[in-house]
C-alpha cells in the first residue's frame, strides 16, 4: 500500500475514534446527573467514597444528611462536570478507538505477532480495569485516614475539583501501575528479559515497587501506597513465574547444540610436529626421488599437416623472412 494510502486510512480511523469520545462525551454529561435504570447516576458513583466518610471528618453542606462538595467559582460546577463527561467518554469509547488502533497496526504484522497483542491488548484493559477497581475501594480508606488526622481541631471542605483530581490521579496511578506485571511478561517472550535475570533481581525489584507506591500515590497515605504496594507485587511474582514456565518451555524446544559455544562446538586437535626423520614418503607414502630434472626441448622431428594438405615441419630454429621480401613472422599471421 502506497504511503499516501496509508495516511488516508489513518486520518479516517482518527476522525471515526474521535467521533466515539465525543459521542461518549456526550452520554458522560448526560449520566453525570440522571440514572440509567437501575444504574446511578455517575456523580453519585464518584462521590459515594467521599460520602462513606463519617460526617464528623467531612464538612456537612446542606440540610440534613446530605452530601455534597463544595464549589468555589460560577464556572466551576460546569468545568467539573465536563472534565468528568470528558473522562468517561474517554473511557467508554475505549473499544471503538482501540479496535481502529488496531485495525491500522495490524496488516503489518506476521501471524503470531497478531496473536500476542491481541492476547496482550485483552490483558492489558483488564488488568487497568483492576487497577482502577482497587484504587476506588482504597480511597473511601486514604480519604477517611487524611481528614481525620486533625479532625478535633479543623474541618475540610473539599471542593468537587480537588476531590475529582485526587480520585482520577488515584484510578490513573493504580490502573498505570498494573501494567507494569504484564510489560515484563512482554520482554520475556521477546527474548529480552529471563527468568535468570528477573530471579536474581527480586529483591531489588520489590524495593523499587514500594518506593515507587510511596512516591505515586498522590495523597502520601499508607492505605493507598500499602495497597498499590503489595497489588503490583503480587502481579510482578505472578510475571516472574510466566517467565519461569515460559523460558522451560522454550528451552526443551531449542536444540542443544545451539547452547554450545564456539570453542566446544568447533574444537579441531592440535596437529603433531613434523620429525626430521619422518618425511613425505614415510609410512607407506610417496617415495621422494631427488631434484627433478630439466625437460628436453622438443626436436623437429614431429611434422603436422597444415590446412590445404601440405606438411608443416616445426623445428626449433628461428624463423627466417620469406625470400620474397616482405616482414619476419608473417607466415604466422
Avoid at 475540610?156 to 488515584?170: E, M, N, P, V
Wanted: aromatic share 10%; hydrophobic share 50%.
Amino acid at each position: 500500500m502506497p504511503l499516501i494510502e496509508h495516511i488516508y486510512e489513518l486520518r479516517t480511523r482518527l476522525l471515526i475514534a474521535l467521533a466515539a469520545i465525543v459521542v461518549m462525551l456526550g452520554v458522560g454529561f448526560w449520566w453525570y446527573g440522571s440514572n440509567i435504570f437501575v444504574v446511578p447516576s455517575l456523580g453519585q458513583i464518584l462521590t459515594d467514597p467521599y460520602c462513606d466518610i463519617p460526617p464528623g471528618a467531612r464538612l456537612q453542606l446542606g440540610d440534613g444528611d446530605e452530601c455534597r462538595l463544595l464549589a468555589t467559582g460560577p464556572f466551576e460546577q460546569f468545568m467539573l462536570r465536563l472534565k468528568v463527561s470528558a473522562t468517561a467518554g474517554i473511557v467508554l469509547a475505549s473499544p471503538i478507538w482501540l479496535y481502529q488502533l488496531w485495525a491500522f497496526i495490524t496488516p503489518g504484522l506476521h501471524k503470531n505477532e497478531r496473536r500476542y497483542g491481541f492476547v496482550f491488548t485483552i490483558l492489558a484493559a483488564i488488568l487497568f480495569i483492576g487497577g482502577a477497581v482497587l484504587a476506588y475501594v482504597v480511597i473511601v480508606h486514604a480519604l477517611e485516614f487524611l481528614l481525620s488526622i486533625g479532625d478535633n481541631v479543623q474541618t475540610t471542605a473539599l471542593s468537587g475539583t480537588q476531590y475529582f483530581s485526587f480520585l482520577i490521579h488515584l484510578i490513573l496511578i493504580f490502573g498505570v501501575s498494573f501494567e507494569i506485571p504484564l510489560l515484563i511478561a512482554m520482554l520475556n517472550v521477546a527474548g529480552v528479559l529471563s527468568y535468570e535475570v528477573l530471579a536474581k533481581s527480586r529483591r531489588g525489584i520489590i524495593m523499587g515497587i514500594f518506593v515507587f507506591a510511596a512516591v505515586a500515590s498522590p495523597g502520601q497515605d499508607p492505605f493507598s501506597m500499602l495497597a498499590l504496594a503489595l497489588a503490583v507485587t503480587l502481579l510482578v511474582e505472578f510475571s516472574i513465574q510466566f517467565a519461569r514456565i515460559h523460558d522451560k518451555r522454550k528451552s526443551k524446544s531449542r536444540a542443544e547444540w545451539l547452547d554450545i559455544d564456539d570453542e566446544s562446538a568447533s574444537a579441531i586437535d592440535a596437529a603433531s610436529g613434523i620429525g626430521p626423520s619422518d618425511g613425505i614418503g614415510a609410512s607407506g607414502g610417496v617415495a621422494s626421488s631427488g631434484p627433478l630434472e630439466r625437460p628436453a626441448p622438443v626436436r623437429g622431428s614431429a611434422s603436422a599437416t597444415a590446412p590445404g594438405g601440405n606438411a608443416a615441419s616445426s623445428s626449433t630454429s628461428p624463423l627466417q623472412a620469406p625470400p620474397a621480401g616482405g616482414a619476419r613472422y608473417d607466415d604466422i599471421i
